[in-house]
């Protein structure tokens, strides 16, 4: 089965860019999405079909997926991006997660 | 304003089963494809299944092929997820979420989802 491969943790300032990578075999060619999702709460998309942002979710989201890997970034991250982050592609008949990754704001 | 509002969850002993809901408003339900996403206490998140907005179409994990059974009653705006033989492992919040497109695709956009409904698997 397919598997996506993410960081446990990544640290980032505030002001600064986070960037959360997502590796898997030939990612590239499949579309990406990424989820936000923080403690108690459903998962929010951040982005879909590698790029795309949904209506209400801030510029500074951004998203990009090339050979093995997409990437989701955060650019002038602000203490409420602090959260764990999916991500998520489609493959072969099923959908696929990847671990998470916690991303912290400090 | 959509919404989303899953029901049916509980305690249930091991090789029993389940019948969740996701009763949905505020969108043309039959218009879009639907999905279910758990999460088992302190994991990641896992896909489960979808189904496309004419009920015609649906995947399924492999963890929960030939156990669980997706389907939707569009007159009732309702998802149903059907679970048997449930095992421990299937402990977990239970999520429906909806698509934006009517059909299952390569790359859905899950942009609504309800805020979940808890099974408990005891042994």
């Known amino acids: 089965s397919y598997e996506l491969t993410q960081p446990p943790s990544v640290s980032v300032s505030p002001g600064q860019t986070a960037g959360i990578s997502c590796s898997g075999d030939k990612l590239g060619d499949k579309f990406a999405s990424w989820f936000q999702q923080k403690p108690g709460q459903s998962p929010v998309l951040v982005i879909y079909?590698?790029?795309k942002r949904p209506s209400g979710i801030p510029e500074r989201f951004s998203g990009s997926n090339s050979g093995n890997t997409a990437t989701l970034t955060i650019s002038g991250t602000q203490a409420m991006d602090g959260a764990k982050y999916y991500c998520?592609?489609?493959?072969?008949?099923?959908?696929?997660f990847g671990g998470g990754t916690e991303l912290t704001v400090l | 304003e959509v919404q989303l509002l899953e029901s049916g969850g509980g305690l249930v002993q091991a090789g029993g089963s389940l019948r969740l809901s996701c009763a949905a408003s505020?969108?043309?339900?039959?218009?879009?494809?639907m999905t279910w996403v758990r999460q088992a206490p302190g994991k990641g998140l896992e896909w489960v299944s979808v189904i496309s907005g004419s009920g015609g179409r649906t995947y399924y994990a492999d963890s929960v092929k030939g156990r669980f059974t997706l389907s939707r009653d569009n007159s009732k705006n309702t998802l149903y997820l059907l679970m048997n033989s449930l095992r421990p492992e299937d402990t977990a919040l239970y999520y429906c979420a909806k698509d934006e497109t009517k059909e299952v695709t390569t790359g859905p956009a899950w942009v609504s989802w309800g805020q979940g409904i808890l099974v408990t698997v005891s042994s």
């Open positions: 505020g969108f043309t339900f039959s218009s879009y494809a």
């Open positions: 079909q590698d790029t």
């Open positions: 998520q592609v489609w493959d072969t008949n099923s959908a696929v």
